[in-house]
């Protein structure tokens, strides 16, 4: 009898650490990104734990109104479609920041060209280089700017709103060696400075 009450007890115990055991095995992989409820078609912030390209917060509202959650990117461009961006976030009336450090290969003036659907604005070490902050479609949303950099990490965001039907944005740059048409990405963006 006692041997039974012991192997009941144990059985309890080895069940109850199971469960939480899953438990946590789950809400380490919601937090990891690696489990989402989002649409499949969109990435799902694999890169979070990685130091190379930026870090994008997801708003409700068109201006920054509520954080939703944060996931990494390797590079600015990011067709969403008719898709919400991430789980409790809409596709209508959305904004996103995208931030991170720059890296010039050297002391140039570069470019930087946009395209977005609906509204973006760049800024590098606080100053407003693109600003394009309206209701686009994306075959008429092109917008560039320029900006004179020394070689080295300068601080980066970019921000981005959708009105309604599709989303989508995308920066590229040249200048200081960097060819023409190349999209802004790693390796010369980082989510911390160097
Ligand atoms: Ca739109």
Redesign the pocket.
């Known amino acids: 009898m006692v041997f039974m009450n012991w192997t009941s007890h144990s059985m309890n115990r080895f069940y109850s650490y199971a469960a939480r055991g899953i438990a946590s095995l789950a809400v380490l992989l919601l937090t990891m990104g690696l489990v989402t409820f989002g649409p499949p078609a969109i990435r799902t912030g694999f890169d979070r734990w990685s130091p190379d390209g930026l870090t994008v917060s997801y708003y409700r509202g068109k201006d920054f109104r509520k954080l939703v959650c944060r996931r990494g990117e390797r590079h600015v461009f990011m067709d969403y479609g008719e898709q919400r961006p991430a789980m409790g976030v809409s596709r209508n009336n959305f904004s996103a920041r995208w931030e991170g450090w720059l890296l010039a290969p050297s002391n140039a003036v570069y470019t930087f060209f946009s395209q977005s659907?609906?509204g973006i604005r760049l800024h590098i070490d606080n100053e407003t280089i693109i600003d394009n902050w309206r209701?686009?479609d994306w075959r008429t949303s092109a917008a560039h700017g320029q900006a004179a950099l020394t070689a080295g990490p300068h601080r980066l965001t970019i921000e981005h709103f959708?009105?309604?039907?599709?989303?989508a944005l995308r920066v590229r740059w040249t200048g200081g060696g960097i060819p023409e048409n190349s999209l802004l990405s790693t390796p010369w963006l980082r989510k911390r400075k160097p």
Do not use: W
């Open positions: 659907e609906d209701e686009n959708n009105a309604t039907g599709p989303a």
